[in-house]
């Protein structure tokens, strides 16, 4: 990867930063040796971390600043006194063009506030999304909102299910993506008003031969669909439950062969293929969240994640920028244009 630009870092945000945020880079070198960062944090942590990896000390420029959001503080709170943050001062540099996308750890409800803020949304769009490929079965699957917008109605899940297909055409690669809404059972008269009246919506939309229709959550981790849309409530407790259901079962295996000696033994023989299993599962892999809709690349990589998960958050933002995502999906949100046949059938209910 020759293409050079920069991304900012809130280097405060997350539970483990700004350890976590430097050796995130190191890590990212490997992949993407020509990224520079902008590092928005606490110089007096900074600065040591940084002198004793010469290597990423290198490629960051740091820019201080004592303020940072912490994971309690409210969103309106921080809209109107967190403007010396490092959250704050890293979107901004995003905003103003300094840095080509901006990843941060921090506290999600004031990174959505913040980022829609600054960054506003693309045009056709009102609310941005959380999304995140999650494994299946049948490869990855796109799933949002995952936290951004925890009640939604019908139009914000409609526009959900247009970014998502596009984020699984442009990113993933899937040339005719399909997408089902996640519903409490897949037949039609299951669910509230508003999963309803989105199914609706997309049946009369350009989408509609790509519409699979209602699906359920174990249809997830089966890879029914290549695109899972739900509001945010729903797809945050789905994205924690499949995290914990992961580590449960990691635990199961490893009291499992530690048992006895004859199951220390096979564990030996099946090393290799636990080895696999292990890392097509590992939430690390799949951590760094784009907020979708925004006019700018924002990633929100997980505040309990370690240096490889951040790693990998870095890599989500400079896949991005490096696909030219923002304006693929500009361009093909205007191309579909959804909208109009959305505004009609919401009159029509």
């Known amino acids: 990867m020759t293409q050079r630009f920069t991304l900012s870092l809130d280097a405060m945000g997350g539970d483990r930063a700004p350890a976590v945020v430097v050796a995130g880079i190191g890590l990212a070198l ?4 020509a990224v520079r960062y902008l590092l928005y944090g606490d110089e007096a942590q900074l600065v040591p971390l940084l002198e004793a ?16 959001v912490g994971n309690t503080d409210k969103p309106s709170h921080m809209l109107r006194q967190g403007r010396r943050t490092s959250m704050w001062l890293a979107i901004q540099a995003a905003k103003e063009g300094e840095a080509s ?3 941060s750890a921090g506290n999600t409800g004031a990174l959505m506030a913040m980022a829609k ?9 009102s609310r941005p999304a959380i999304a995140t490929v999650l494994p299946s079965q049948r490869g990855e699957v796109v799933m949002l909102d995952l936290g951004a917008n925890s009640d939604c109605d019908a139009q914000n899940l409609s526009e959900f299910a247009v970014m998502g297909d596009v984020f699984a055409r442009t990113v993933l690669g899937i040339a005719n993506p399909s997408i089902g809404l996640l519903n409490i059972g897949a037949e039609d008269m299951k669910g509230n008003d508003a999963v309803r009246t989105a199914s609706a919506l997309l049946k009369a ?7 699979h229709g209602f699906v359920e959550g174990d249809d997830i981790g089966a890879g029914t669909v290549d695109v899972v849309v739900t509001d945010g409530f729903t797809g945050n407790v789905a994205l924690k439950t499949a995290e914990g259901t992961a580590q449960l079962y990691a635990s199961f295996l490893g009291a499992a062969f530690g048992g006895s000696l004859l199951a220390r033994l096979g564990y030996l023989l099946a090393r290799p293929a636990l080895t696999k ?25 997980h505040g309990s994640t370690d240096e490889v998960g951040f790693a990998n958050a870095i890599g989500v933002a400079a896949d991005l920028v490096i696909h030219g995502f923002n304006d693929r999906i500009k361009r093909e949100f205007s191309e579909l244009k959804i909208s109009g046949v959305m505004s009609a059938v919401v009159a029509g209910h």
């Open 30 to 33: 490997q992949r993407y040796p």
């Open 53 to 68: 990896v010469p290597a990423v000390a290198a490629v960051c420029t740091l820019r201080h600043t004592a303020e940072s």
């Open 101 to 103: 996308g901006v990843v």
């Open 117 to 125: 803020v600054m960054l506003r949304t693309l045009p056709g769009i």
């Open 205 to 211: 939309s350009p989408l509609a031969l790509r519409f």
């Open 277 to 301: 299993v292990r890392k097509r599962i590992d939430p690390r892999r799949y951590n760094g969240a784009m907020l979708l809709g925004l006019n700018g690349i924002c990633v929100k990589s």
